[in-house]
Nanobody, 116 residues
Framework: QVQLVESGGGLVQAGGSLRLSCVAS????????MGWYRQTPGKQREFVAL???????NYRDFVEGRFTISRDNAKNTVYLQMNSLKPEDTAAYYC??????????WGQGTQVTVSS
């Protein structure tokens, strides 16, 4: 079992920045892919970004170059640096991990609120 704990969410003005962190309870050397999803009330959870064990990353088109995902295996942590935030970025952000065993795990979510 892997526990994922997110932090770094909060309230920020439009144009501001936040860095989300997700710490895994076990070594992420065994995690093939980690990423971030987000969800607003009444809407399906949607993909934001992912990064593989090989360092390859992928982003949803609405990121528009504003977000950067990174991974630190020594700290068992994945990050999402978010710049130039917009009100439409407001959502609960969830950390996701897929193990080499093909099991998926989710964090509890951290709230990001962007004011206009």
């Amino acid at each position: 079992q892997v526990q994922l704990v997110e932090s770094g969410g909060g309230l920020v003005q439009a144009g501001g920045s936040l860095r989300l962190s997700c710490v895994a309870s076990r070594s992420i050397f065994r995690i093939s892919t980690m990423g971030w999803y987000r969800q607003t009330p009444g809407k399906q959870r949607e993909f934001v970004a992912l990064i593989t064990s090989g360092g390859n990353s992928n982003y949803r088109d609405f990121v528009e170059g504003r977000f950067t995902i990174s991974r630190d295996n020594a700290k068992n942590t994945v990050y999402l640096q978010m710049n130039s935030l917009k009100p439409e970025d407001t959502a609960a952000y969830y950390c996701w991990a897929r193990l080499i065993s093909a099991s998926d795990y989710w964090g509890q979510g951290t709230q990001v609120t962007v004011s206009s």
